[in-house]
């Protein structure tokens, strides 16, 4: 069964570093979302990502943040200068439809700002 | 504003019987539910959606319950087995392509 996957599984970075989270959503989707979810807190909706450009994106999405499709198959979220507060899990989503019919979840990357 | 969340935060039911999670929805714009597991270290998992013109639908041992009149929503699992045992996220979609995820139920299932 195809799945959404991520890379790294875990990324530790120094307060005010740049990073780069990876997703490969499946491969016949159209709609991409990243979301977040700090330790033991409820998934947040980040951005929504259709046609290469954003769909959607939430109060959490500030300009520190910027999404890519650099290809036919990568999916990325930049966070340009990290805070401490970014410390989270990164899932990306995707899904066929816009209406979020069965979004298929990676399985997350670990983000630790230290 | 939106916002979705859970009546109990921990479930904890015996082995065969049947599990209720709930959930209270406050858009009345939502048009569409879904209801995801989520296992430790891993990524959301769907489980069952449902529209807003339907109050019911069934899954394998799962159904979920819409009552738009109160705005609550429901899962039930049917011979809870200790493979369901996960946090549980219900969450709405808006007819737009953001969804709102409520603050999730752990479920235990006790052998």
């Known amino acids: 069964e195809p799945e959404v996957t991520q890379t790294p599984s875990h990324q530790v970075t120094q307060m005010g570093q740049e990073v780069i989270l990876r997703c490969v959503p499946i491969s016949n989707h159209l709609y991409f979302y990243w979301y977040r979810q700090i330790l033991g807190q409820k998934v947040e909706f980040l951005v929504s990502f259709y046609n290469n450009e954003i769909s959607e994106k939430s109060e959490i999405f500030d300009d520190q943040f910027s999404v890519e499709r650099p290809d036919g198959s990568n999916f990325t979220l930049k966070i340009r200068s990290t805070k401490l507060e970014d410390s989270a899990m990164y899932f990306c989503?995707?899904?066929?439809?816009?209406?979020?019919?069965?979004?298929?979840f990676g399985p997350g990357t670990r983000l630790t700002v230290t | 504003g939106e916002s979705v969340g859970l009546h109990l935060p921990t479930l904890s039911v015996q082995e065969g019987d049947n599990s209720i999670i709930n959930c209270a929805y406050s858009?009345?714009?939502?048009?569409?539910f879904i209801w995801y597991k989520q296992e430790s270290g891993k990524g959301p998992q769907f489980i069952i959606d449902i529209r807003s013109n339907m109050d019911k639908r069934q899954g394998q041992r799962v159904t979920v319950l819409l009552n738009k009149t109160v705005k609550h929503l429901s899962l039930q699992i049917a011979a809870t087995q200790p493979g369901d045992s996960a946090v549980y996220f219900c969450?709405?979609?808006?007819?737009?392509?953001?969804?709102?995820f409520g603050a999730g139920t752990r479920l235990f299932v006790k052998a």
């Open positions: 989503a995707s899904v066929m439809t816009s209406k979020g019919y069965e979004q298929y």
């Open positions: 858009n009345s714009a939502s048009d569409y």
């Open positions: 969450a709405e979609n808006t007819g737009g392509f953001k969804t709102i």
